[in-house]
C-alpha cells in the first residue's frame, strides 16, 4: 500500500476518533460546561484522540471511503454517539436540578432563580444548590475519568463508522430520558413529604385557629421547615447521588451495548 494511502487513512480514523470526543463534550457534565472555553475543550479532544489513535490503530483496519457521502455518515455516526453518551450522563444532573425545582415549589421559592454559570442559564435555588453539590461528588470520586473511561470503552465495542441506531436504541433512550422525573422526585421526597405533612398541620391551625393568617406565618415557618429537612437530610443527599452516578455509567454501558 502506499504511504500516501497509509497516512490517508490513520487521518481518517484520527478524524472519526476526534469527533467521537467532540461529541462527548458537547454535553458531558463538566465538559460541557460553558465555562470552560471551546478551544480548551477542542485541544482537550484533540490530544485524547492522539492518545486514543495509537491504541486503535493496530486494532482498526479502516479505509477512506470513495464516497463523500459515506463521510458525512459516518462523522455523524461518531458524532452522535458521543452526544449520546454525553447525554445520558447529563440526564442524572438534570435528574437533580429538577429535584431542586420541585423544592423550591413547595418551599415557596419558585420565582427565586439564581445565574448558573456552568450552563448559562438561571435555575432555581435549592436546584443550584444541588448542582454544586453534585458537580464537587462527581469530581471527588473522578467521575470525569470514568466518563472518558466508559467513552473509551465504547472504541472497543463500537467499531469506527460501524454503530447502529436501531428501533430498540431509540427506546431505551427514550425510557431512560422518562426516567428522569422519577428521580427526581426521589431526590426531592424528603423534603416534599415533610412540607406536604407541615401544609396538611397548616390546614388543621386555619380551622381550629380562624384569627391567624396563615400566609403570614406558613411561608416563613415552610422555609424554616425546608432547610431543617434539608440539613438533616444531606448525609442521605449524598448517598443518593452517589448510586445515581453509577447507575448513570450502567446506562452509559447498557447504551454501548446496544450501539454495538
Known amino acids: 500500500m502506499a504511504l500516501g494511502k497509509i497516512l490517508s487513512n490513520y487521518t481518517y480514523l484520527f478524524v472519526l476518533i476526534l469527533i467521537r470526543y467532540i461529541g462527548l463534550f458537547l454535553l458531558a457534565p463538566v465538559f460541557g460546561s460553558r465555562v470552560i472555553p471551546v478551544r480548551v475543550k477542542i485541544g482537550l479532544a484533540f490530544f485524547l484522540s492522539i492518545i486514543t489513535l495509537p491504541l486503535l490503530a493496530n486494532s482498526r483496519s479502516l479505509m477512506v471511503p470513495v464516497d463523500e457521502l459515506i463521510i458525512f455518515i459516518d ?22 436540578q429538577l429535584a431542586g425545582r420541585f423544592i423550591d415549589l413547595r418551599m415557596g421559592f419558585a420565582i427565586v432563580n439564581v445565574a448558573d454559570p456552568v450552563q448559562g442559564d438561571t435555575m432555581p435555588l435549592m436546584g443550584q444548590f444541588k448542582n454544586i453539590l453534585a458537580v464537587f461528588l462527581f469530581l471527588s470520586i473522578n467521575g470525569h475519568h470514568l466518563l472518558l473511561q466508559a467513552l473509551y470503552h465504547s472504541f472497543e465495542l463500537i467499531p469506527l463508522g460501524g454503530a447502529v441506531f436501531n428501533s430498540m436504541t431509540m427506546e431505551y433512550i427514550f425510557r431512560t430520558t422518562g426516567n428522569l422525573f422519577l ?68 446506562e452509559i454501558f447498557k447504551l454501548i451495548g446496544l450501539l454495538s
Open 183 to 250: 428521580l427526581a422526585f426521589k431526590i426531592a421526597l424528603p423534603v416534599i413529604a415533610t412540607l406536604f405533612i407541615a401544609d396538611i398541620i397548616f390546614g388543621f391551625l386555619v380551622r381550629t385557629i380562624p384569627q391567624m393568617n396563615i400566609f403570614i406565618v406558613g411561608l416563613p415557618l415552610k422555609i424554616l421547615i425546608g432547610f431543617i429537612v434539608l440539613m438533616f437530610s444531606l448525609h442521605f443527599i449524598i448517598y443518593c447521588f452517589r448510586d445515581l452516578f453509577q447507575d448513570m455509567y450502567e
Open 75 to 96: 462523522i455523524i455516526r461518531e458524532l452522535s454517539i458521543g452526544f449520546t453518551i454525553g447525554f445520558i450522563a447529563y440526564l442524572s444532573f438534570a435528574a437533580i
